[in-house]
Nanobody, 119 residues
């Protein structure tokens, strides 16, 4: 079982920035593919960004955040980050961290952190 704890959410004005963090409990954090999802009220959960585990660390982003959000990881700290810039009201959602061991079927979710973008 892997525990994931998100932090860094809050309220910000349009155009502002936030950095989300997700700390993992597993000692083998580096092999997990880590991703951020979000779920706005009344909508389905959607993928925001992911970063591959292992040696690659390649990333992938949803079109609606490309150029604004950056996902990164610090394997020594067992933490994944989501830097969010140029925030828009439509970015308002609960943001969830997910850890996945690819090809094993194992994955874990954090409890989420709320981001509110409003003037």
């Amino acid at each position: 079982q892997v525990q994931l704890v998100e932090s860094g959410g809050g309220s910000v004005q349009p155009g502002g920035s936030l950095r989300l963090s997700c700390a993992a409990s597993t000692p083998i954090f580096s092999i997990y593919t880590m991703s951020w999802y979000r779920q706005a009220p009344g909508k389905q959960r959607e993928l925001v960004a992911l970063i591959i585990g292992g040696r690659g660390d390649s990333t992938n982003y949803a079109e609606f955040v490309k150029g604004r959000f950056t996902i990164s990881r610090d394997n020594a700290k067992k933490t994944v980050y989501l830097q969010m810039n140029s925030l828009k009201p439509e970015d308002t959602a609960v943001y969830y961290c997910k850890a996945e061991r690819v090809l094993t079927g194992l994955y874990y979710w954090g409890k989420g952190t709320l981001v509110t973008v409003s003037s």
